[in-house]
């Protein structure tokens, strides 16, 4: 758990790392958090005035047994500097880190 939680940390580092203009201030047009306590999960998303967005759903799987993990879906888009707009799709679990993009180096196995 605390690998998956440190594992998107540093997701979500990366994007706030990512050079800005700083005369250009992005606005934020829409958010929304939901924190369900009934099935220890969470969902949000939120999009702003310069192309990123971004919505992540989390649920419990198999509570209270030795199998317990948390499962995370999400999706980030935003554009580039080089002015490409790009879609990140992923999934992580008790299965790692699980990204998909057309801009990312295909694996075979």
Not at 31 to 59: K, Q
Not at 69 to 88: E, M, R
Request: charged share 20%.
């Amino acid at each position: 758990m605390a690998r998956l939680t440190l594992l998107l940390g540093l997701i979500l580092a990366s994007f706030c790392a990512c050079p800005s203009n700083a005369a250009e201030t992005a606005q934020i047009l829409r958010y929304e958090n939901d924190v369900n306590l009934e099935s220890d999960g969470y969902a949000f998303s939120f999009e702003t005035s310069d192309g990123i967005s971004r919505e992540e759903r989390a649920t419990l799987k198999n509570p209270g047994t030795p199998e317990e993990a948390i499962a995370v879906q999400g999706s980030v888009n935003w554009v580039g500097p080089d002015g490409i707009h790009y879609k990140l799709n992923y999934l992580a679990d008790e299965n790692g880190f699980q990204p998909q993009g057309a801009h990312l180096p295909q694996v075979e196995h």
